[in-house]
């Protein structure tokens, strides 16, 4: 059950909220977004995306349909901003902007209206609804960390300065516009700036993806997240393994031209398509390319992780499953983002040799929801009160569990069933994922979606009766699973 909003975090938030709002470092507060430009600030400062299309339109193309680009319209998105809304008076009003829509935030064109909005009662001008677009991220100049409260990365804690277009080639050259270098672009820092988030009233990392990165072995070895992020699934897996940024790996296959007029072959043109996890929205929404990327995500998630089982015999009958779940080439947790709604669990069944079932566990069921006692990783949030679990990101004080899986590591679970001496029999182990859940679903956008998942993980394996293999299959399903 989720609940009403806590007083006592309300009052953290809305009391960070009103003072610092008028801050000249912080114009735009909770969100930590600025920007460089004077006088009054209009969305035609920075460009449509479809103008840089005629000039990049490899870069166009991957863009087209990403998370990144319904990053404003996304209705999921959009129904928890319309909740949190309501029931903050408004202060998380910029705090969400300031990552969906940075140029709506600084132009102050964001407006809510449940009875006009026609994506979910946020409505924004121009080209500041297409969310985080190209002029968005190409003209960023700078990071605010150090005006944080965390003197950290995080709540878009970016400077943007309209005009130039800035980017990680040194010795770029365009006809249409300015060009400035800028290291920042090719450094896992530049997208921490909205890939961390800290609650505004507690400063308690509700999301902490950039961290997750920063100390793991990816970090270590100078992977960035552009390194996995923008190149083909493919190009990225071998990053994962390889343990090497793109650049040092040997014929990655992505070079070539920058634009297409460009007169420079450059050894790596990344991909604009940032493919996450997420593959129900795009496709949801209809947009154009939104298909594509699904399948890229759904690649994605079937080769991030793999999981192994082992069958221990205890006291007479009974037995012992132990799965182990790794993460082998997720450069943060799994799952990550907001971990206390993301749904990353176990489904097992064990049957013998005459298809009894002797242990069911993490099967959805006909409400379309994880039964009680499904093996999940995820974090578990509560409120300033202790109570939880809690599923809105502004309820969210602290999580009173963690049960992320970190990077090149692992979790194991164990499931008990009991098996009769010299019975042959079966064992199903799926690792599966959803970005939320029917409930969640249900209560922002009701009944009209039923949320599929992703199967990115099997091993099916027949043992005989002495319990020795007699076969194993790790072949996963393609495509979104139905929901029930």
């Given at each position: 059950m989720?609940?009403?909003?806590?007083?006592?975090?309300?009052g953290?938030?809305?009391?960070?909220?009103?003072?610092t709002?008028?801050?000249?470092d912080?114009p735009?507060?909770?969100?930590?977004?600025?920007t460089?430009?004077?006088?009054?600030l209009?969305t035609?400062?920075?460009?449509?995306?479809?103008?840089c299309?005629?000039?990049?339109?490899v870069?166009?193309?991957g863009?087209?349909?990403?998370?990144?680009?319904?990053?404003?319209?996304?209705?999921?998105?959009?129904?928890?901003?319309?909740?949190?809304?309501?029931?903050?008076?408004?202060?998380?009003?910029?705090?969400?902007?300031?990552c969906?829509?940075?140029?709506?935030t600084?132009t102050?064109?964001?407006?809510?209206?449940?009875?006009?909005?026609?994506h979910?009662g946020?409505?924004t001008?121009?080209?500041?609804?297409?969310?985080?677009?190209?002029?968005?991220?190409?003209?960023?100049?700078a990071?605010?960390m150090?005006?944080?409260?965390?003197?950290?990365?995080?709540?878009?804690?970016?400077?943007?300065?309209p005009g130039?277009?800035?980017?990680?080639?040194?010795?770029?050259?365009?006809?249409m516009?300015?060009?400035?270098?800028?290291?920042l672009?090719?450094?896992?820092?530049?997208?921490?700036?909205?890939?961390?988030?800290?609650?505004?009233?507690?400063?308690?990392?509700?999301?902490?993806?950039?961290?997750e990165?920063?100390?793991?072995p990816?970090?270590?070895?100078?992977?960035?997240c552009?390194?996995?992020?923008?190149?083909?699934?493919?190009?990225?897996?071998?990053?994962?393994?390889?343990?090497?940024?793109?650049?040092?790996?040997?014929?990655?296959?992505?070079?070539?031209k920058?634009?297409?007029?460009?007169k420079?072959?450059?050894?790596?043109v990344?991909?604009?398509?940032?493919?996450?996890?997420?593959?129900?929205?795009?496709?949801?929404?209809?947009?154009?390319?939104?298909?594509a990327h699904?399948a890229?995500?759904?690649k994605?998630?079937?080769?991030?992780?793999s999981?192994?089982?082992?069958?221990?015999?205890?006291?007479g009958?009974?037995?012992?499953?132990h799965v182990?779940?790794?993460n082998?080439?997720?450069?943060?947790?799994?799952?990550t983002?907001?971990?206390?709604i993301?749904?990353?669990w176990?489904?097992?069944v064990?049957?013998?040799?005459?298809?009894?079932?002797?242990?069911?566990?993490g099967?959805?069921?006909?409400?379309?929801?994880?039964?009680?006692g499904?093996?999940?990783?995820?974090?578990?949030a509560?409120?300033a009160?202790?109570?939880?679990?809690?599923?809105?990101?502004?309820?969210?004080?602290?999580?009173s569990?963690?049960?992320?899986?970190?990077p090149?590591?692992?979790r194991t679970?164990?499931?008990a069933?009991?098996?009769?001496?010299?019975?042959?029999?079966?064992?199903?182990?799926?690792?599966?994922?959803?970005?939320?859940?029917?409930?969640?679903?249900?209560?922002?956008v009701?009944?009209?979606?039923?949320v599929?998942?992703?199967e990115?993980?099997?091993?099916?394996?027949?043992?005989?009766?002495?319990g020795?293999?007699?076969?194993?299959?790790?072949?996963?399903?393609?495509g979104?699973?139905?929901?029930?």
């Open positions: 989720i609940k009403r909003y806590t007083p006592v975090a309300l953290l938030l809305l009391a960070l909220s009103a003072g709002a008028v801050a000249a912080k735009y507060a909770p969100s930590n977004v600025t460089t430009a004077q006088g009054e209009t035609t400062q920075w460009q449509d995306p479809k103008r299309k005629s000039c990049h339109p870069q166009f193309e863009w087209q349909g990403s998370m990144h680009s319904i990053a404003f319209i996304d209705p999921v998105f959009q129904a928890e901003w319309a909740l949190g809304e309501k029931e903050t008076n408004g202060a998380t009003r910029n705090l969400c902007a300031g969906h829509t940075p140029v709506g600084i102050q064109t964001v407006s809510f209206d449940p009875s006009k909005g026609k979910g946020f409505e001008e121009g080209m500041a609804a297409t969310g985080v677009s190209c002029d968005t991220c190409h003209t960023v100049s990071h605010t150090l005006d944080t409260p965390m003197l950290e990365h995080g709540n878009a804690s970016i400077e943007l300065t130039a277009k800035r980017g990680p080639l040194a010795d770029s050259k365009s006809p516009h300015k060009t400035v270098y800028s290291e672009h090719g450094k896992s820092e530049f997208c921490a700036n909205c890939h961390n988030v800290f609650h505004p009233g507690s400063n308690f990392p509700i999301e902490r993806t950039y961290d990165w920063k100390y793991s990816y970090a270590q070895n100078g992977v960035q552009q390194d996995c992020h923008m190149v083909p699934v493919e190009v990225a897996i071998r990053v994962a393994d390889e343990m090497k940024p793109v650049k040092e790996l040997e014929n990655h296959g992505l070079s070539g920058a634009a297409r007029s460009g420079v072959v450059r050894d790596v990344h991909n604009h398509s940032f493919v996450g996890g997420n593959a129900v929205i795009a496709p949801l929404l209809g947009v154009e390319g939104g298909e699904s890229e995500a759904i994605r998630l079937q080769s991030a992780a999981i192994s089982t082992k069958v221990e015999n205890g006291i009958d009974l037995r012992t499953l182990t779940v790794h082998n080439r997720a450069g943060h947790a799994l799952p983002s907001l971990t206390f993301r749904q990353l176990l489904e097992v064990v049957r013998d040799a005459n298809g009894n079932e002797l242990l069911r566990s099967t959805i069921n006909a409400d379309n929801e994880l039964p009680e499904t093996v999940i990783f995820q974090n578990k509560v409120n009160n202790g109570e939880g679990p809690q599923h809105k990101p502004w309820e969210v004080y602290s999580f569990e963690q049960n992320t899986i970190p090149k590591g692992s679970a164990n499931f069933f009991n098996l009769p001496e010299g019975m042959a029999y079966s064992v199903e182990t799926r690792l599966n994922y959803r970005s939320f859940s029917q409930g969640a679903a249900t209560l922002l009701g009944e009209k979606v039923r599929p998942f992703v990115m993980a099997t091993e099916i394996t027949s043992y005989n009766g002495a020795d293999v007699v076969s194993t299959t790790t072949d996963v399903k393609a979104l699973q139905p929901a029930k």
